[in-house]
C-alpha cells in the first residue's frame, strides 16, 4: 500500500502564520493576550476597566472579532483603547491571518500589550493560535458553574482564567471552589481570579498579572 | 461551523502532498486524521464537512483520541466515562492529571495506483 506517513498538524498552515506573529511579537516586545468566552461574559467590559486602570502607564491596542457590527471597537475605543473590529461574516473564530490582517490595517505603533478579544464562543477559538503568549477564559457566574467540564477544550488550554461579574455572586447559585475545583483539574497550573469591574473586584491583580507577564517577555524581573 | 476551516487545512495538506508525488499516485483512497478529545472539534461534523467539500479527495477516516486522567501515584484511572472527568483519583483521593487528547492531526495519506487497486 502506498501511503505517505509523515503525521502533520492539520492547522499547519495557521500554526506557521501564528509562529510568524510569535517571532514578530517577540522582537517588538509586545505581550499578546488572546480573550476567550462565551458572548455576554464581559471580555469587552474587561478591557475597558482595564484600560481606564493601564492606558496611562502602557501602550495597549486591541483586536476584536465578532460576526457583525463594530460596537465592541467602537466601546474599546470610547474607553481610550486604540481598536480594531474584524468582522467574520459569521465564521466563529479568528485564525492567525485575520490578526496578522488587522495589524497591517490598523497601524497601532509600538505597544506594550495587544489584547486579541476573540469571537464570543467556548469552543471553536481554542484550536487557533494567534501568536499569544497565552490564551485567558472567561467565565461569568451568571453562566452556572458547570462549564469548566462541557468545555474541557478551552479550559484545558487557558492559563489563565477569570470568574467575572463577582458582585453577582450573592444573587446567582454558583460554587466558585467547584469551578476552580474544574479548571484545576483541566489545567493543574492554572490562574484562576474572580474579578468585577462593578466593584472593582480582582482587576488589580488582573493588571498585576499582565504587568508581570510583560516584564518576564522582555527579561525584566517585575516589582510589585 | 469551524469544522470546515479544519477541512480547509487538511485539504491543503492533501494537496501539497499530492503535487510533491507527480501525476502517476494521485488517486487518493483515505486520509486518516487523529482528532482528540480536547481538541474541540466534533468527528461526525468534520466527517460531514469532508464529505461537502472534499470528497473527491478520498474517505475521511477519523481516529478518536481520549484524554487520560492520569494520577501520579496509582496511575491511570481507568474507570472514567467518555465526555465527563474525574476532580480526584478514586483509589487515593490525590489530585489527577490530564495527558494526551489534544491531537488535530494528519496521520496518513493512503493512495490506490490509478485503476483504484492499492499499490503494494
Redesign the interface.
Known amino acids: 500500500?502506498?501511503?505517505?506517513?509523515a503525521?502533520?498538524?492539520?492547522?499547519?498552515?495557521?500554526e506557521a502564520a501564528a509562529a510568524e506573529l510569535r517571532e514578530r511579537f517577540a522582537r517588538a516586545g509586545t505581550l499578546v493576550v488572546d480573550l476567550i468566552s462565551s458572548p455576554g461574559s464581559g471580555k469587552t467590559a474587561l478591557l475597558e476597566a482595564t484600560a481606564r486602570k493601564l492606558a496611562g502607564s502602557l501602550r495597549i491596542a486591541c483586536i476584536v472579532g465578532d460576526i457583525a457590527t463594530e460596537r465592541d471597537a467602537d466601546r474599546l475605543r470610547a474607553a481610550g483603547l486604540p481598536s480594531r473590529q474584524i468582522t467574520t461574516g459569521?465564521?466563529?473564530?479568528l485564525?492567525a491571518r485575520n490578526v496578522r490582517d488587522a495589524l497591517a490595517a490598523a497601524r497601532f505603533g509600538p505597544l506594550d500589550i495587544l489584547f486579541i478579544e476573540n469571537v464570543g464562543n467556548l469552543?471553536?477559538p481554542?484550536?487557533?493560535a494567534l501568536g499569544e503568549d497565552f490564551k485567558i477564559v472567561l467565565l461569568s457566574v451568571t453562566e452556572g458553574h458547570d462549564k469548566p467540564?462541557k468545555y474541557?477544550?478551552?479550559f484545558?488550554?487557558a492559563s489563565v482564567a477569570l470568574i467575572t461579574k463577582s458582585d453577582l455572586l450573592p444573587y446567582v447559585a454558583f460554587d466558585v471552589e467547584r469551578v476552580r475545583?474544574?479548571i484545576?483539574?483541566?489545567?493543574?497550573n492554572a490562574r484562576v481570579l474572580l474579578t468585577s469591574v462593578v466593584d472593582e473586584k480582582g482587576l488589580e491583580s488582573w493588571c498585576d498579572l499582565l504587568r508581570s507577564a510583560l516584564g518576564e517577555k522582555r527579561g525584566v524581573v517585575a516589582t510589585a | 461551523m469551524h469544522e470546515l476551516s479544519i477541512v480547509e487545512g487538511l485539504l491543503k495538506l492533501v494537496l501539497a502532498d499530492r503535487a510533491e508525488r507527480g501525476p502517476s499516485d494521485r488517486a487518493v483512497r483515505a486520509v486518516r486524521v487523529a482528532i482528540g478529545e480536547l481538541a474541540s472539534v466534533e468527528p461526525t461534523q468534520l466527517a460531514h464537512a469532508w464529505q461537502s467539500v472534499a470528497s473527491e479527495h478520498g474517505e475521511l477516516v477519523v481516529e478518536w483520541c481520549r484524554a487520560r486522567q492520569v494520577c501520579a501515584t496509582c496511575g491511570e484511572v481507568p474507570e472514567r466515562q467518555p465526555g465527563s472527568w474525574l476532580r480526584l483519583c478514586p483509589a487515593c483521593g490525590d489530585p489527577l492529571r490530564v495527558e494526551g487528547g489534544d491531537e488535530l492531526d494528519l496521520v496518513e495519506i493512503e493512495y490506490a495506483n490509478e485503476n483504484g487497486a492499492l499499490r503494494c
Not at chain 1, 459569521?90 to 473564530?93: K, S
Open positions: 500500500m502506498l501511503t505517505t506517513e503525521r502533520q498538524k492539520i492547522l499547519a498552515e495557521n459569521g465564521a466563529c473564530h485564525e469552543v471553536c481554542a484550536s487557533f467540564f474541557p477544550g478551552i484545558s488550554r475545583g474544574e484545576t483539574t483541566l489545567r493543574p
